[in-house]
């Protein structure tokens, strides 16, 4: 059996074409993320932002290495399209922090320097209970995705066919498995902030690509609602009897003992949505308006800056809410600044994004090598 050429993909998001959908995707993943750090009332699962995240990206990079494996330059080519997008701005943040943390004498931050480097911070981050590099804390969320870009592009080579789906498989279950080792381990963060604890969500994402590399749109949103509606009972009967208020922190909802199984849950609903939204499902169509695409293209800039830019914005607005004022005016400030904390942090991204990510990314296509084109006389290249 040949492997599926560029053009042969049935799904546009696999054959290199832009699906609006997934940016709104984007852009209710990092919503999701920002209700949670900004402590709204019923935003305790806020932070499921993050696994749906991962299933996205799982999904995006499986789709881009299934139509490029079989041609020249794939790791190359792969490397260095990941690095323009993900690394500017990833390093630009990291060494305004360290730097800053220098010339403030923390040597203890700036010691860590090695680790945010090469995007094993989760080993401290765990070790201390994210204690350490403290607004750097999110950064844990990269580090998985940049060890799974290591990894399964080779993986992604030398699998085919039913090897693939095994190893897929076999992602799900080492996922659960760790987990399951880990419950009732006295740091519950072990259970949740590293690669193996979390790559049931990228191998869900990476399998809804491989499937949909050969399937009609027609079987995929059929599967779509299967993944999306049993996923969706699975995180209804694990959250229902805990209550919302435990999810507030790992530290509580990993000591539940179905909590092994709620990544996983997480997994299937969000492959399903991810399938649905690939598809042109009508139910995920409304994705694909304008604000929401414009956000989930700046939406990794807003989650790198988000938690920098909500401290600045606590330290400038404490005059403003003084001891003593009436119930009413305290919600009204604290309203005004949840909007200037969203709002400067959208600013923040979009400005970084038109001023240097944007330049930066325009650069892939330079970059990217493509092998030589054929003579006529030698006939067509073939792909």
């Not at 010339?103 to 994210?130: I, N, S």
């Not at 799974?148 to 799900?172: I, N, T």
């Not at 399903?272 to 994705?287: Q, S, Y």
């Not at 938690?307 to 119930?327: E, M, N, Q």
Request: with cysteine; charged share 10%; hydrophobic share 50%.
């Amino acid at each position: 059996m040949t492997a599926p050429t560029r053009a042969s993909f049935p799904i546009a998001a696999l054959s290199g074409g832009h699906l609006p959908g997934l940016d709104g995707l984007r852009a209710i993943a990092i919503g999701a993320v920002f209700g949670f750090h900004l402590g709204l009332p019923w935003m305790s699962l806020g932070w499921v932002g993050v696994q749906l995240f991962f299933v996205i990206s799982g999904f995006l990079i499986t789709g881009i290495l299934l139509r490029s494996r079989q041609r020249p330059y794939y790791f190359r080519n792969f490397y260095v399209r990941r690095t323009l997008r993900i690394f500017p701005i990833y390093y630009l943040l990291v060494a305004a922090y360290f730097v800053t943390a220098g010339l403030q004498g923390d040597l203890a931050a700036v010691k860590l320097l090695p680790y945010y480097l090469t995007y094993t911070q989760t080993y401290p981050q765990l070790a201390t209970r994210y204690a350490c590099a403290p607004m750097l804390g999110h950064t844990w969320t990269l580090a998985i995705e940049e060890q799974f870009y290591l990894l399964w592009p080779l993986a992604m080579y030398l699998l085919r066919g039913r090897w693939l789906f095994l190893a897929l498989g076999g992602l799900m279950v080492l996922a659960v498995v760790t987990r399951l080792g880990l419950q009732g381990h006295p740091n519950a963060f072990l259970s949740v902030g590293w690669l193996p604890a979390q790559i049931d969500l990228l191998a869900s994402g990476a399998a809804i690509a491989v499937l949909a590399a050969t399937r009609p749109p027609a079987w995929m949103r059929r599967l779509g609602y299967a993944f999306a509606g049993t996923g969706l009972l699975f995180t209804v009967a694990i959250v229902a009897p805990a209550g919302l208020a435990v999810f507030w922190s790992p530290e509580l909802w990993v000591r539940l003992p179905s909590s092994p199984y709620f990544p996983t849950a997480l997994a299937i609903l969000f492959a399903g949505i991810v399938a649905l939204t690939a598809t042109d499902c009508p139910l995920t169509r409304w994705l694909a308006n304008w604000p929401m695409m414009r956000i989930g293209k700046i939406s990794y800039g807003l989650y790198l800056f988000h938690p920098f830019v909500f401290r600045y914005v606590d330290k400038l607005t404490v005059p403003l809410h003084p001891p003593g004022l009436s119930a009413g005016i305290t919600r009204f400030v604290v309203m005004g600044i949840l909007a200037a904390k969203v709002g400067a942090t959208v600013l923040g991204a979009e400005c970084s994004w038109r001023v240097f990510e944007g330049p930066i990314n325009s650069l892939k296509d330079r970059l990217t090598r493509r092998p030589p084109a054929a003579s006529p006389a030698s006939g067509p290249a073939s792909s």
